[in-house]
């Protein structure tokens, strides 16, 4: 493997492909595997750098599998955990757990925490986007500055709320894709579990809004009735 490699062993797939999108953005290579099983053979094969290990998965317990990658092993495990009962975190850092983090949670976090577990056992890290400075990538009639948290489009900056720049990015950063009104929550809102679907729709119509003042013709936000949203170019 030319970079280090992620293994995700997790059977949700919005939270899999969350954590896939974030530590892809960050330089990280990654492999998902839905049961432990797939997992376990994956990381004989491969040799990953760390593993995020989910405790409760529909062939085994997270916290019996790491017992059995203890055996053979001694890559960073970062358990995920629907439970936050004490037991589970001391139990698990007892089996030869690396560090815990309870769901749901922010995807910087885990990408913060993944960091902070390969520099202490002295494995390189990609550079991220902060200390790179990205340069404002051109999409279509959109210009995206990452740095300043900033989107034009044709040519006109929009004034965008936190949550509307973050939503209009994760379009932009897949253009076709449908993102389910939940996968674009769990993406862009720092506390995903407390707000509703109907937020996305009412985001969607204030950012369409500010599009048309700029450029009226136009609307690149396609709605996928029943299902969420994609930015088509």
């Avoid at 910087?108 to 990538?137: C, D, F, K, Q």
């Avoid at 004034?159 to 769990?186: C, D, H, T």
């Amino acid at each position: 493997m030319s970079k280090e490699t992620i293994l995700i062993i997790e059977d949700e797939r919005p939270i899999a492909e969350t954590l896939l999108y974030a530590l892809g953005r960050e330089g990280f290579g990654t492999h998902w595997s839905m049961t432990g099983g797939e997992g376990l053979t994956w990381l004989r094969a491969q040799k990953p750098s760390l593993v995020v290990l989910d405790i409760g998965l529909p062939d085994c317990n997270g916290l019996d599998l790491c017992r059995d990658i203890r055996t053979e092993s001694q890559v960073p495990i970062l358990f995920l955990s629907a439970r936050a009962e004490e037991v589970d975190r001391i139990l698990g850092l007892e089996l030869g757990g690396d560090d815990y983090v309870t769901k749901p949670f922010s995807p910087r976090e885990v990408v913060a925490r993944i960091r902070s577990i390969l520099r202490r056992v002295g494995t390189p890290v990609p550079a991220n986007e902060e200390s790179e400075g990205e340069a404002p990538l051109s999409i279509g009639p959109f210009l995206e500055d990452k740095e300043k948290m900033r989107i034009s489009y044709h040519g006109e900056q929009l004034e965008l709320s936190r949550y509307e720049y973050r939503l209009l990015s994760l379009l932009l950063g897949r253009p076709g894709k449908v993102f389910s009104r939940e996968e674009i929550l769990s993406r862009a809102w720092e506390e995903p579990e407390m707000t509703m679907d109907r937020t996305v729709d009412a985001h969607i119509k204030s950012i369409r809004k500010k599009m048309r003042a700029v450029h009226e013709e136009d609307d690149p936000i396609r709605t996928v009735r029943g299902v969420g949203y994609a930015l088509e170019l």
